[in-house]
């Protein structure tokens, strides 16, 4: 079965530039998250989707950061304009659904100059 | 916003020992818990879910959880250098039907020869 995929794996920007990152789920997972991971701290929850629809995103910067997920498979999480303190990886995760474990692809590294 | 706390150590044990990682956690009606591992540069993997009160094991890894005290625990025996990893404790929440992970900081794991 393959796993999370995401891309791109790295990407540097400068400061204001916009961004937009990529998540392939585990196949037939219902329930993707997009978590953002700072150096030295833990993953810290963006938005959850369940299917195509929004089910948390309370702690999602919504005055830059976006995200969809339209036909409730792919998704993407898009930051315009960026700052110096998004630098992080961005982790998507997938589940079958909202009670089981989260399987998490490889990431994305953002470094905002 | 709940709370999961880890020490961010490094924890160093010699090849061979136990290795024990403790998380602590606020909320009293939290009933289940994650361990991640996360080797430096890769996204987190899971290694271990406990539910109930006491301990879980599976192979060299044994979770502890003391939902009086509010803490779970993590133990690694017979500890290899192929250990050494950030060990994630996770909290699903809301309880019980979770739909998010809330994330500690992480303790960094350094077996050494």
């Not at chain 1, 997920?69 to 930051?79: A, E």
């Not at chain 2, 996204?43 to 803490?71: C, H, V, W």
Request: with cysteine; net charge neutral; aromatic share 12%.
């Amino acid at each position: 079965e393959a796993g999370v995929a995401q891309s791109p794996r790295y990407k540097i920007i400068e400061k204001r530039q916009s961004v937009a990152f990529w998540c392939n789920p585990i196949s037939g997972h219902a329930t993707l998250y997009w978590y953002q991971q700072i150096l030295g701290q833990g993953p810290k929850l963006l938005i959850q989707f369940q299917n195509n629809g929004v089910v948390d995103d309370s702690q999602l910067p919504k005055d830059r950061f976006s995200a969809e997920r339209l036909k409730g498979v792919d998704s993407t999480l898009k930051i315009q304009p960026a700052k110096l303190e998004d630098s992080a990886v961005y982790l998507c995760a997938s589940s079958p659904g909202t009670e089981e474990t989260q399987y998490f692809g490889p990431g994305t590294r953002l470094l905002v100059l | 916003q709940k709370e999961v706390e880890q020490n961010s150590g490094p924890l160093s044990v010699p090849e061979g020992a136990i290795a024990s990682l403790n998380c602590t956690y606020s909320d009293r009606g939290s009933q289940s818990f994650f361990w991640y591992r996360q080797y430096s540069g890769k996204s987190p993997e899971l290694i271990m879910f406990i539910y109930s009160n006491g301990d879980k094991e599976d192979g060299r890894f044994t979770a502890q959880l003391n939902k009086a005290s509010q803490y779970v625990s993590l133990l690694i025996r017979d500890s290899q250098p192929s250990d050494s990893a950030t060990y994630l404790c996770a909290l699903p929440w809301p309880p019980g039907g979770y739909n998010k992970l809330i994330f500690g900081a992480g303790t960094r794991l350094a077996v050494h020869p």
